[in-house]
């Protein structure tokens, strides 16, 4: 990864919260698999996509 990114992110997590990340996370990955249905007609993807989005969901964070 690059170092900038890294940088980027964990200046995101302290300003906000690991917790409220994931969610967003969770939001991108459900809004890419509606864009991929909607705009591509790629269900394969858009599966993928979902997946990703409840596997973040299982996620829980104590800090």
């Not at 969610?23 to 909607?38: D, G, P, S």
Request: proline share 0%; hydrophobic share 40%; charged share 30%.
């Amino acid at each position: 990864m690059q170092k900038e990114y890294m940088e980027v992110l964990e200046s995101l997590i302290n300003k906000l919260t690991l917790s409220a990340i994931l969610e967003m996370l969770e939001r991108i990955c459900h809004k890419k698999a509606e864009n991929l249905r909607t705009h591509w007609q790629d269900e394969t993807s858009a599966k993928l996509w979902d997946k990703a989005a409840r596997q973040i969901e299982q996620i829980n964070v104590d800090v």
